[in-house]
């Protein structure tokens, strides 16, 4: 759904089947089960970029961030 607006709705359906038949590939391949990565898991692998791109967005939206870190419990 998210791809839709930008490519149109058949471009978007071929991109989805891609990566589905892509993660099957994998699978059959290495003869693995599926696993979700998650939701955050870009977020995680680069905590960097991820600030960057909130920091950018934010600053589109005409908003000033500041990132102060969480104090260990």
Known sequence: MRLVPRLG????LVA???SML??????????TA???L???Y???HDPERALR???RQANAL???VRFEPIEAA
């Not at 709705?9 to 978007?12: D, E, G, N, P, Q």
């Not at 892509?22 to 003869?31: E, F, S």
């Open 53 to 55: 791109r909130i920091t």
């Open 38 to 40: 998650g939701g955050d």
């Open 9 to 12: 709705k058949k471009k978007a």
């Open 34 to 36: 599926f696993h979700d």
């Open 16 to 18: 989805l089947e891609h």
């Open 62 to 64: 005409g908003l000033t």
């Open 42 to 44: 870009y977020a995680k």
């Open 22 to 31: 892509t993660a099957v590939w994998h699978m059959l391949t290495d003869d």
